[in-house]
Structure formats: C-alpha cells, structure tokens
C-alpha cells in the first residue's frame, strides 16, 4: 500500500473539530476544539491526555465511526471524506472495549473479517498473523475460552486482516495487569520494527514514555503539546532534592528554609523536606548551601529528575489558567 501515499504523514489531521449532538438539538459536547498533527510514517506515535480529553473521540473519527464537525484529516494521504475506501484500507484501528462473537475461533475471526475488506483467499494470511500475535496453538479454540490477554491479541490481529500500514491502539493497556501490559508492548514494538506506524492512545505517561518516539498531547479537546518524547521530557526544567534534617523542624515551629531561587519548598514529613529548584537558575550543591546557610543541619540528600509526569502537570496546569 505505500507506493500510494502521497503525503509523508502516516496521518495528518487539520483543524480538527467535534461538537457532539446535544439533547433536544441544544448545544452538545464541544470534544474537539480545533486540533491539528500529523503522525510520521514508521513511529510509535502516542496521544497522551486524561479521561474525557477526546482521544477516542479522535480515534473514533479516523475510525469512520464518528462524524467530524470540521476539519481535515488524511490517512496515508486519503481524505477520509473524499476517499473514504482507501483511508479506511489504510488503517487498522483496535478499539477500546473487546467485543467478539464468543462462538467463532481466532482463525474464524480473521477469515471473517478478511471477508468483509474483501481480501481473496488466496491472500490471507490469518495462520501467520496468529503466529505474529502469539496466537497459533489458539487457533481452533473458542473465543470464549481465551484470557484476556489472547483476546486483547486476537483484536489486534483482527485490526492487521486487510494488510494496512498503519495501526491504531485506543488505551490498549486500559486496566490490564502488569504482566499483559508488557507483551502488548513487547507485540507493539515488534509489528513498528517491521515497519508498521502505530498510534496509541494512553492515560499512562509512563507508557507513552516507554513506548512512543513522539507524544502529542490533548487536555480539554486541545493539543497543547506534540514533540519527539526525548524532547518532551527535557521541557522539565524544575529538580527536586529531597533532604533529611537532624530534628524535627514541624516540632519546634521552625520556618521552612526560604530563597528566591526556590520554586517551592515544601516539609513532606517531621524530618524532611522536598526543595524545587529551576535546574537553569542553579544546582543542587548551592542549594544545600543555602539551607545550612540558614542554619539547617543535613543528614541525608536525593535529587529526583523531572519525568513526563512534571512536564505533564506544568502543561495541563497552565492549560487550566484563563489566558
Ligand atoms: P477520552 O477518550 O480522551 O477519555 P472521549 O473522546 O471519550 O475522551 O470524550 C471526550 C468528551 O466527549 C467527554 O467529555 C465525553 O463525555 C464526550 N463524549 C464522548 N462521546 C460522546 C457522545 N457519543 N456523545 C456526547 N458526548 C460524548
Ligand atoms: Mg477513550
């Protein structure tokens, strides 16, 4: 299918909006206000935001089930109004709840969805996508009689039937033990090095760290973020040192050590403190001379990095700040 593409983009999506129908034709759910991206072929893209955000909204809209109010948005090249039958062949989507017939086997499953994109038998290649998805001794069994996980897998081989170049996840790890979480991820990482573009969408930061080479972030119906994941996670520019005091400073009343180069300084216990500092304005070292400055006496140091969590919070927090 790639010789057909026409755009660089595995997606790319422009000024997308959604307003849900309201009650009794009043105003509905605005669930996307304008969103544009695009998602660069043979990456694991992850979109990243909170319950309610309009990841699925999003997906659902890539997946023809959802009618966009405005906007423009192409799979592998192919307007998804205008061209329709190819953005739909482009893409594989595995949605976020797992629904099956519990009456068909894996390999039924696929034959019949093979059969609804209308890809001739010859071409079929459910014995090698159960292989793919670690599925071939289930072939024959019942869908029913598969765990969660192999169900879970089995979707995602439904979503590969018609051979698309692109592959979309909705919160494929939504509530699954830690076990599962990391085949699926073990899976995800092995269909990208074959060359497969795939986007997830998650609520895990840790997840879209793990596992995504960009993120893209919604709050609200808005992208407020969208960079390489290395890129995102150095946007963190505040550390935190975490120190131990030989007294109990709650105890005795004690002001909490002040400075302006502090960002925060807060006592998570009788002991200790947690000190946030802007890594560009000074260092941990200054910052303990600061404190014994003050007359503090120290008995034990940690410094934390940043991670994904911060920039998250420090983005969706100043989201939330009227303009
Ligand atoms: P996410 O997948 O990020 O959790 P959704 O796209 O499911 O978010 O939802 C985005 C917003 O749109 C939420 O406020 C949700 O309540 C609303 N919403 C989702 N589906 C519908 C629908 N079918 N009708 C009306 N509102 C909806
Ligand atoms: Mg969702």
């Known amino acids: 299918m790639s010789e057909h593409a026409s755009d660089p983009a595995a997606i790319s999506i422009q000024g997308l909006v959604k307003r849900y129908a309201g009650r009794k034709g009043g105003e509905g759910k605005l669930a996307l206000e304008g969103v544009s991206f695009d998602v660069p072929q043979g990456q694991i893209f992850g979109l990243l935001g909170p319950n309610g955000a309009g990841k699925s909204t999003l997906i659902n809209i890539l997946a023809g089930l959802v009618r966009k109010t405005a906007g423009e948005v192409r799979i592998w090249g192919f307007a998804i109004d205008h061209d329709s039958r190819n953005a739909k062949r482009a893409i594989g989507i595995v949605p976020q709840e797992v629904v099956f017939d519990p009456f068909f086997s894996p390999a039924e499953v696929l034959e019949l969805q093979a059969g609804y994109y209308g890809v001739p038998k010859a071409a079929r290649r459910t014995m090698e996508l159960l292989r793919a998805v670690h599925l ?155 404190i014994e400055g003050q007359g503090f006496a120290i008995v034990d140091v940690t410094t934390r990095e940043a991670d994904l969590e911060d920039v998250f919070v420090a983005l969706t927090s100043a989201e939330r700040q009227p303009a």
């Open 136 to 290: 071939a001794d289930k072939a024959d069994a019942y869908s029913r009689t598969l765990s969660g996980g192999m169900k879970r897998r089995l979707l995602i081989a439904k979503a590969l039937v018609h051979a698309p170049p692109v592959l979309v996840l909705d919160e494929p790890t939504a509530g699954v033990d830690v076990e599962l979480r990391r085949q699926l991820w073990e899976l995800v990482r092995e269909l990208n090095a074959e060359g497969m573009t795939v986007v997830l969408t998650t609520h895990y930061l840790e997840e879209a760290e793990q596992l995504c080479d960009r993120i893209a972030i919604i709050n609200h119906g808005r992208l407020i973020a969208n960079k390489p994941t290395r890129e995102l996670v150095g946007m963190a520019r505040e550390k935190i040192v975490v120190l131990t005091l030989d007294r109990d400073i709650v105890a005795e009343g004690r002001a909490l050590p002040a400075h302006p180069d502090f960002v925060k300084c807060i006592a998570t216990g009788e002991r200790t403190l947690e000190i946030t500092y802007d890594k560009d304005r000074t260092n941990a070292g200054q910052v303990l001379a600061l």
